[in-house]
């Protein structure tokens, strides 16, 4: 499980991973938010209506939700399952508050590596956030505020990686995952 606050680059580092490696497959969330202009509804999210969110999680279909800037997340329980059945490396792209609860809900049945993915600091986290134009002013403090709430739980995680540099980043987060294969392998 991967987590940032936003604009920490986690979309960006998950995506190059998985160019890097075919086997490893990103658990795609779960979403009442409308698509931003180049997202693709089963691609990027699976963007449903909250009475379909609702149903969906009241039958138990999804392994965490959560209310995120009054919109609500889910990562889709049978498609993680599945994937992880079939020996593939899952990458779930989530929140503080999802990580929590996947912890939760798979216990022990499951390897779980966490990384949590920290800005270089809080001006750059905003100029991020600014530079991409998807949302207004206020969202930003929104966003800030809950990033300050989100770094604080970077502790829960076992490991933290500061985005410097996009390419380092990326190739400490795949060494990470690859120490974490080989010593399941190994065991």
């Given at each position: 499980?991967?987590?940032?606050?936003?604009?920490?680059?986690?979309?960006?580092?998950?995506?190059?991973?998985?160019?890097?490696?075919?086997?490893?497959?990103?658990?795609?969330?779960?979403?009442?938010?409308?698509?931003?202009?180049?997202?693709?509804?089963?691609?990027?999210?699976?963007?449903?209506?909250?009475?379909?969110?609702?149903?969906?999680?009241?039958?138990?279909?999804?392994?965490?939700?959560?209310?995120?800037f009054d919109k609500l997340y889910g990562t889709p329980k049978s498609f993680v399952l599945k994937h992880l059945n079939e020996g593939k490396n899952v990458i779930l792209a989530i929140d503080v508050q999802g990580t929590k609860k996947v912890k939760e809900a798979l216990g022990s049945d499951v390897s779980l590596l966490t990384i949590f993915l920290l800005p270089p600091s809080v001006k750059v986290l905003r100029e991020r956030l600014e530079g991409r134009k998807t949302d207004s002013a206020e969202e930003i403090e929104r966003r800030m505020e809950w990033a300050q709430e989100e770094i604080k739980e970077a502790?829960?995680?076992?490991?933290?990686?500061?985005?410097?540099?996009?390419?380092?980043?990326?190739?400490?987060?795949?060494?990470?995952?690859?120490?974490?294969?080989?010593?399941?392998?190994?065991?």
């Open positions: 499980m991967i987590s940032a606050p936003s604009g920490c680059g986690k979309t960006t580092i998950v995506d190059r991973l998985l160019k890097r490696h075919s086997s490893w497959v990103r658990s795609i969330s779960m979403t009442t938010r409308s698509p931003r202009t180049d997202e693709k509804n089963g691609k990027d999210y699976y963007f449903v209506s909250p009475e379909e969110f609702a149903d969906i999680e009241r039958r138990g279909d999804l392994l965490e939700s959560a209310k995120v502790s829960i995680y076992d490991h933290t990686v500061i985005n410097h540099n996009l390419e380092k980043s990326v190739h400490e987060v795949e060494t990470l995952i690859k120490k974490f294969q080989n010593s399941k392998e190994n065991q």
